[in-house]
């Protein structure tokens, strides 16, 4: 049972314009969301994340919007340069009385283009 | 420098044979956790440890088995039990109960099962 999705697979976005990451969750007891970034052979760096309770936070080029009606949330990165290409995880997290472990989606692969 | 290490970076295995693969923090977070990446699926969580002494099965614990003596120190051992241990395994730690903090990732180790 995949609680949280991310329905693309990959996603091509020139350098400059805005990339839009997305992801859907089905469990509505989730308190927070996170996104990392991930390079080849190496372990996932985290980038931004955001309470239940809010539906946007910003950070720099980095924006993530919640969506709790629709179980919906995405990462806006603008400008978008060509660092920026790399495996995007997005990641949930419910806070129970002795656990806070993550629950990771399967990861979108950005490329930005020159 | 605070951070976590996974040793080694690449291991090979004979089938039927255990091996224990190393993580080791100096962040003093309370909070360890093992996580499986496999090609086309996110990172699967194989067991989480929020304080010495003890840990929890995650949702792929099966085959696996870790301990928890020292704060610093999480070790995963992958026993012959594992049908299909082949894989990236990628040690964690955060600080335990902060609301929405994040994981920080070690570097990984590539297991191959030949």
């Known amino acids: 049972d995949q609680q949280v999705k991310q329905n693309s697979p990959s996603l091509s976005v020139q350098e400059g314009r805005i990339s839009i990451l997305n992801c859907d969750y089905t469990?509505?007891?989730?308190?927070?969301f996170l996104w990392y970034k991930k390079y080849p052979a190496e372990g996932p760096t985290f980038l931004i994340s955001?309470?239940?309770?809010?539906d946007k936070n910003e950070d720099g080029r980095f924006t993530v919007f919640l969506n709790k009606s629709a179980k919906h949330l995405s990462l806006h990165i603008v400008p978008s340069q060509p660092g920026d290409s790399a495996v995007y995880f997005c990641?949930?997290?419910?806070?129970?009385?002795?656990?806070?472990?993550?629950?990771f989606g399967t990861g979108t692969r950005l490329q930005v283009t020159l | 420098d605070g951070g976590i290490t996974q040793s080694p970076k690449y291991l090979f295995r004979k089938e039927g044979q255990n091996v224990t693969l190393s993580c080791e923090q100096n962040?003093?977070?309370?909070?360890m956790y093992w996580y499986r990446q496999d090609p086309g699926q996110g990172l699967r969580l194989i067991y989480y440890?929020?304080?010495?002494?003890?840990?929890q099965k995650g949702d792929i614990a099966e085959g696996y088995s870790v301990s928890r003596e020292k704060k610093e120190s999480f070790p995963l051992t992958v026993t012959s039990a594992q049908k299909n241990p082949t894989a990236f395994y990628l040690c964690?730690?955060?600080?335990?109960?902060?609301?929405?903090?994040?994981?920080?990732f070690g570097q990984g180790t590539r297991l191959t099962v030949v």
């Open positions: 964690a730690s955060s600080i335990g109960w902060t609301r929405g903090e994040e994981a920080f």
């Open positions: 469990n509505s007891m989730f308190d927070y």
């Open positions: 955001i309470s239940s309770i809010k």
């Open positions: 990641a949930a997290q419910r806070l129970t009385g002795t656990a806070s472990k993550l629950t």
């Open positions: 962040l003093n977070h309370d909070a």
């Open positions: 440890s929020q304080i010495v002494n003890d840990f």
